[in-house]
C-alpha cells in the first residue's frame, strides 16, 4: 500500500484532514490535533477478521438452534430457545420488547454476519464482489444495532432471579452466545475498512476498472 498516491482522511472525532503517510506492518497512524487514531497498517486485518466472522456465524446458528436454558419443577422439564422467547414475550402483549429483542439479537446480528462474509470471503481470494459498497454502508448501519452483550447481561440476570425459584440448567446456546459476544467484538476491533477498500481499489485495477 506504500505505492499509493497519498490522500486526504479526516479524523473521526476532530475532523481535521491529513494526508495518509506508509506504515510499516503493525503500525498506528494517529491525528496530529486530537491524537486519535486514525488508521493501522494490519496486513492481516481481512484473513483474521474473516477467520472471527466464520466462527461467529457457526456460534450463531448454535446459539439460534439450540435451548438457551431448560427449567425443571418437580421433574417436568422445559426449555426455550431464541426464537421461543420473542414468541412468548409477543404472545404476552410486550410486543415491543419482542420486536426489540428480535432486530437487535437475531436480524442485525445475521445482516452484520452475511454482509462481512460476502464481502471478506471473495477478497481473501482476491476477487471483488459485486455491490461491496452497499454492503459497506449496510455495516456502517446495522453496526450499532447489534447488541448481543445486552442481551447476554439480560439473560443472566434473568437466570440469577429464577434460581431462587426453580432448577435452571443452562443450554449449549447460553454458551454459544457468551462466546458469541466474544467474537462479535473481535470481529469489530480486527475489522479494517480502509483495509477493505484498498484491497477493493487493487482488485479493480487488476480488472482493468477505474
Given amino acids: 500500500m506504500a505505492d499509493r498516491p497519498a490522500q486526504l482522511i479526516a479524523c473521526h472525532y476532530c ?14 497512524a494517529s491525528c496530529s490535533r486530537c491524537g486519535a487514531v486514525l488508521y493501522r497498517n494490519a496486513t492481516d486485518s481481512i484473513d483474521r477478521t474473516l477467520a472471527y466472522t466464520l466462527a461467529a456465524a457457526v456460534l ?13 419443577v418437580q421433574g417436568d422439564r422445559s426449555a426455550i ?42 477478497l481473501k481470494f482476491r476477487r471483488v464482489p459485486p455491490g461491496c459498497a452497499l454492503f459497506m454502508r449496510t455495516l456502517r448501519y446495522v453496526e450499532p444495532w447489534g447488541m448481543v452483550e445486552v442481551f447476554m447481561l439480560g439473560v443472566l440476570v434473568s437466570l440469577v432471579k429464577l434460581t431462587s425459584s426453580f432448577k435452571v440448567i443452562p443450554g449449549i446456546a447460553l454458551w454459544s452466545f457468551g462466546a ?19 484491497r477493493l481499489e487493487q482488485g479493480n485495477k487488476e480488472r482493468g476498472e477505474p
Fill in 60 to 72: 450463531f446458528a448454535v446459539a439460534n438452534t439450540f435451548p438457551i436454558f431448560s427449567i425443571e
Fill in 15 to 28: 475532523d481535521l484532514l491529513q494526508r495518509e503517510i506508509p506504515l510499516n506492518p503493525g503500525c498506528t
Fill in 180 to 198: 458469541l459476544t466474544l467474537l462479535l467484538a473481535a470481529v469489530a476491533s480486527s475489522f479494517s475498512a480502509r483495509d477493505v477498500w484498498a
Fill in 81 to 122: 430457545n431464541l426464537y421461543g422467547a420473542v414468541a412468548s414475550l409477543w404472545d404476552q402483549e410486550m410486543k415491543s420488547i419482542a420486536l426489540l429483542v428480535l432486530i437487535t439479537a437475531i436480524v442485525m446480528p445475521a445482516v452484520e454476519l452475511i454482509s462481512m462474509t460476502y464481502l471478506l470471503l471473495p
